[in-house]
């Protein structure tokens, strides 16, 4: 199975952006000049036909800044104060932008209840179904002013783990985290040299959860281990996902363009589709072994 094939007619894409894609590693501050590119990358998706969804982090950093703190909060009033003050900030740069080449954005504050509640999952689903009809790009992000669970890395975890809940909520085709990293590596490459890269994943097993590392940026709340989390909830609902590296943010049109970019976990349907091609195969190998063997 070629991954061109399951990449170039996506219709409707999640794209996470992590804190430390859209701003300044030494300052903390909005990369205006990436963030413009990124939305110039979206619009040109939605030029295409495609839909596109934003969950974007950065809230809590933004609010920070603003409110002139020279620390991370450290408590859980801290950051839900900062948050509050990020997201209204944020947003206003979103809009900014887009508004720039005339496309309307919706601000979507959800919390664990919005997916995992029937009645509130319904509504929301309903929300962003309308949103798609109105050509309408939702920007998407936890509601931390008021959410304990993401800021305390409690069950609902972050924005990796939220953007698959959006795909699995919005019925997605793909889900792409823009990261600080490649992809999936066997172990952490910045610590050991011999890492090998991992290009494609099929099914996720209990040897894959384990390569998965921590935090590996002190800007975000994620590392590997959520990312993990996020592919097993998307490629379960019928979404396939990408891992990219944020720092280049025209990977998007290359991940889009099906090029050989950052790991692609594979769901479930293209799962057992590469299973049956490779079927044949194996059988043929084991029958040649047989044969070898009876030599």
């Known amino acids: 199975m070629d991954r061109k094939d399951i990449l170039l007619n996506k219709q ?4 996470k952006v992590g804190t430390s894609t859209i701003t300044y590693e030494e300052t903390g501050n909005i990369n205006l000049e990436k963030l413009e590119k990124f939305v110039r990358i979206l619009i ?93 790009v939702p920007i998407v992000n936890e509601n931390d002013a008021i959410s304990v669970d993401e800021l305390s890395y409690g069950n609902f975890g972050d924005n990796d ?4 809940y959006v795909s699995r909520l919005v019925d997605a085709d793909l889900l792409i985290l823009m990261s600080d990293i490649d992809g999936l590596y066997t172990d952490d490459p910045r610590k050991n040299p011999n890492a090998r890269f991992i290009h494609t994943v099929g099914k996720i097993g209990r040897g894959l959860e ?21 592919a ?45 091609e490779v079927a044949p195969e194996r059988a043929e190998f084991r029958r040649q072994a047989k044969r070898e063997k009876k030599v």
Not at 12 to 15: A, F, K, M
Not at 161 to 164: E, F, N, P, Q, R
Not at 210 to 230: E, L, P, Q, V
Request: charged share 25%; proline share 1%; glycine share 10%.
């Open 161 to 164: 783990t939220l953007a698959a």
């Open 232 to 276: 097993k909830i998307a490629t379960a609902a019928g979404a396939d996902m990408i891992i990219a590296n944020g720092d280049n943010i025209y990977s998007i049109n290359d991940v889009m363009n099906g090029k050989k970019v950052g790991t692609l976990f594979l769901s479930e349907q293209h799962q057992k589709e590469m299973a049956e």
């Open 12 to 15: 409707r894409i999640v794209i």
């Open 44 to 136: 040109n998706l939605r030029n295409k036909g495609k839909e596109v969804i934003v969950v974007s982090s950065g809230a809590v950093g933004v609010g920070k800044n603003a409110l002139g703190m020279d620390r991370r909060p450290q408590t859980e009033s801290e950051k839900q104060a900062c948050a509050a003050v990020g997201q209204g900030k944020l947003m206003m740069i979103y809009e900014k932008l887009f508004n720039e080449y005339g496309q309307l954005t919706a601000q979507v504050l959800l919390t664990k209840e919005s997916v995992t509640n029937a009645k509130c999952r319904k509504n929301a689903k309903q929300t962003f179904d309308e949103l798609f009809k109105m050509q309408v």
């Open 210 to 230: 384990n390569m998965a590392k921590g935090a590996s940026s002190d800007c975000g709340t994620g590392g590997m281990a959520t990312k993990i989390k996020a």
